[in-house]
């Protein structure tokens, strides 16, 4: 994707708002949307700065790349927003059943978690990322006298992964892929060996 972009963020919870940080701060503009409707979020566009808009969902949900930043349960009601077909979205998901607090697993049968998510998001390319980082260590600069802050990747359409890949390092973060969604997926979700697990990358030379 072009260095300075339309970004949408459907979410405004820590997660959401900390990727929107780091998008405008590197020049993309961010339509950030809830359920609740665009008045709900005038505190956080002014906190972001003027690249951030607040929209309603439908229009968080047109750009070429799209960060899901909602709970697991509602994405279903995200289905007929848009036409998903070709859009990058990063899943930033997790399968809690219930948030407020967060506690739970929803039951997705044999799937992991993006490959449910992609069935309710026909035609969308799925790049799971984000999802494994507690939103401070997202928040904050990535890069550290001991290194990068890494963020897992994982997907199906190499392009599509390629594109977050870019955003990941324009970001600052050290992007690790992990492969497809099923077993990258797995290693990164809910209580896969990855999750809210941080690391630091060293880079050598």
Known sequence: MA???TIGILGAGEIGQAVADKAVRHGHEVLIGNSRGPETLKAVVEQLGPKAHA????EAAQPELVILAVPFFAVPDLTGLTDWSGKIVVDAT???A?????RGRYDVGDLTGSEWVAERLPGARIVKAFNSL????????P????????????????DAKAAVSGLLDQFGFAALDLGGLREGGRLM??????SARHFLLQDAG
């Not at 929209?55 to 439908?58: D, G, I, L, Q």
């Open 94 to 96: 997790n399968q809690f």
């Open 143 to 158: 890069q550290h006298d001991e290194g990068r802050q890494v963020v897992f990747y994982a997907g199906d359409d190499a």
């Open 189 to 194: 979700q809910l209580d896969g060996p990855l």
């Open 3 to 5: 260095a300075q972009s």
């Open 55 to 58: 929209v309603t969902a439908e």
């Open 134 to 141: 507690f939103a401070a260590f997202i928040a904050a600069d």
């Open 98 to 102: 219930e948030a407020n607090p967060w």
